[in-house]
């Protein structure tokens, strides 16, 4: 045999083989890389290289943007509205319900007659949502009337309350239109979700807790709602000011 096996200590320590004494391993005292000599650690268990180390997937924590989303200031939702408006009665209607009611471009598409309940002083809307999800929201007055003027334009009888020359629009019918009314109002690029934005921002600004926002909104989970109490640095100041104004 080129040599006699040396026999290893608990400790990662050698016999000599010749007095049968155990001795430890090497240490070096000096220069950068002070310590053990090999992989050991102190207790003599050996330690993985990096390059033996597994590799680990570190993702980056994903941080919320502050503020809310991206809602409509109150002179771009005036242009909005005034845009709708000069575009006729059914555009101004879907514009409300949107804005008003919170919609998403889907349920929008998907209302029928049946599905509104408006009178002089009061109103609702039915909203059938993600699958099976139906929930039924107020409508303010400025929703109530545009949606009334559409009904008198389009008529009671049954069936898809948005008709255009070619039928029902559908949900894309519906985001075409909102994509024409922001053109108009120098909003390139408006889509339905922002106008929903827009609702649920003015919700939280008017006083609605997170529990409203939830229930208006239809979300199936709080924290989708929680987003919507962001309050940027603006907003901040100006609520630093209110409670503690002497």
Not at 101 to 121: F, K, S, W, Y
Not at 134 to 155: E, F, N
Not at 161 to 190: F, H, I, K, P, Y
Request: hydrophobic letters at 35%; glycine letters at 10%; aromatic letters at 4%.
């Amino acid at each position: 045999m080129l040599g006699q096996l040396h026999k290893r200590g608990p400790d990662g320590s050698a016999d000599n083989g010749e007095t049968g004494l155990l001795v430890p391993p090497r240490i070096n005292c000096s220069g950068p890389n002070r310590g053990l000599s090999s992989n050991h650690s102190v207790s003599g268990v050996s330690e993985p290289t990096q390059a033996e180390l597994p590799a680990s997937n570190v993702f980056a924590a994903r941080v919320p943007r502050p503020g809310e989303p991206n809602a409509l200031d109150a002179k771009e939702q005036n242009r909005v509205e005034r845009s709708a408006t000069r575009r006729g009665e059914r555009d101004a209607a879907i514009i409300a319900v949107l804005l008003y009611a919170g919609a998403r471009a889907q349920e929008c598409a998907r209302l029928d007659v049946e599905d509104i309940a408006v009178t002089a002083r009061t109103g609702e809307i039915r909203l059938h949502g993600k699958g099976d999800e139906v929930r039924t929201v107020p409508l303010p007055a400025p929703a109530r009337d545009r949606i009334s003027a559409w009904l008198h334009h389009r008529g009671n009888q049954p069936g898809a309350l948005w008709t255009g020359q070619r039928g029902a629009l559908s949900t894309s019918g519906v985001t075409q239109v909102v994509l024409a009314v922001g053109e108009d109002a120098g909003l390139q690029g408006l889509r339905p979700h922002r106008l929903r934005h827009t609702y649920a921002t003015r919700l939280r600004q008017g006083g609605a807790d997170i529990a409203h926002v939830q229930a208006l909104l239809g979300h199936a989970l709080l924290d989708t709602s929680a987003r919507y109490f962001r309050a940027d640095t603006a907003e901040q100041a100006t609520i630093i000011e209110r409670v503690f104004d002497h």
